[in-house]
């Protein structure tokens, strides 16, 4: 029996509903409109891509978009300075620096540099800190790890006592999603390039997150019958039956999988859309603290 395929443009879509409304409350009553900065250093195809996706998501749910280019020579002062700019603007509630940036410059510093209340990707240190701590509640959760807990919520997946298995250990997905499962009383393993029998650990896991960047990488027999399983994966790989000649696949082998797991997310048309809906999500509580304070 195919496992149930958990739509995340459908749960997406339903989270910016949401959101418009709440924008369009707010600028009726209080006269404003959450405003999104965003920062990209470079000409990377892909980040410019993605930071134009950002822009027009948040267009279409009324948030005001305050785009910036900055060229992959400038210097760490540069950078640091418009994001300091940008944190004094009272009309930017939220800042998004699009990594990875060049690599002369200090990202920490540079993530650092953003106020803890604006900081929307959830990527500042001390956001990062709480994260990790039992008891503490950081204003902002990344978007990515966050979309991978409510899509797992969607699905109806249990997590108290759930043996759960990260695979991959990035700052931006893996780590960060491992300590939000453990938040919710998961027993949590991080899989990475030196775990030992990397099958047969996934092969245990409940809940099972692949988050490695390897092209289907997750087969069959690597999966537990009726896990649930969230490929937040996105690997472009060659097919010339395609009209551009390659084609866009997860890190877990879709059809394969489907007819073991009890739940799954594509790839694309998962995890992805629940990224942007997540940092639209941010801008608006970030505007709505504004308002509180």
């Known amino acids: 029996m195919s496992a149930k395929i ?48 950002k822009r027009n ?21 540069e950078v640091e300075g418009l994001v300091r700019r940008l944190g004094d ?17 200090d990202e920490e510093a540079v993530l650092n540099t953003i106020p ?3 900081d929307v990707d959830g990527f500042h240190p001390v956001n990062i ?10 204003l902002f959760i990344p978007c990515t790890p966050a979309g991978v807990i409510t899509l797992l919520e969607e699905a109806g997946a249990e ?35 030196r775990t030992k029998d990397l099958p047969g650990v996934c092969r245990k896991a409940d809940i099972l997150v692949a988050a490695v960047g390897r092209a289907k990488m997750v087969k069959a027999d690597w999966v537990k019958p009726g896990a649930f399983v969230i490929d937040v994966g996105s690997n472009r790989i060659d097919d010339p039956s395609t009209d551009k000649g390659y084609r866009w696949v997860g890190d ?13 997310s594509p790839s694309p048309g998962g995890v992805g859309p629940m990224t942007i809906a997540g940092l639209l999500l941010n801008t608006l509580r970030a505007a709505q603290m504004t308002l509180k304070s």
């Open 57 to 77: 998501r948040s267009k279409k749910v009324g948030i005001e978009s305050f785009g910036h280019e900055l060229p992959a020579q400038s210097t760490q002062e």
């Open 6 to 53: 958990i739509d995340g443009e459908a749960v997406a879509t339903r989270i910016r509903e949401e959101i418009k409304a709440a924008v369009e409350e707010m600028n009726a009553t209080h006269g404003m409109r959450p405003g999104l900065a965003t920062v990209i250093v470079g000409d990377d195809p892909a980040s410019a891509q993605y930071v134009r996706m």
């Open 129 to 138: 800190g709480r994260l990790a701590m039992k008891g503490r509640k950081p």
């Open 89 to 105: 603007d009272p009309k930017v509630h939220g800042i998004l620096v699009q990594l990875p940036l060049p690599d002369h410059l």
């Open 252 to 264: 877990v082998d879709f059809e394969e999988v489907k007819e073991v797991a009890g739940a799954i």
């Open 159 to 193: 997590f108290d006592g759930a043996e759960a298995v990260v695979l991959g250990r990035s700052n931006i997905v893996g780590m960060p999603a491992a300590m939000l499962l453990i938040h919710r009383n998961a027993t949590v393993t991080v899989c990475h390039s």
């Open 116 to 118: 803890l209340s604006k």
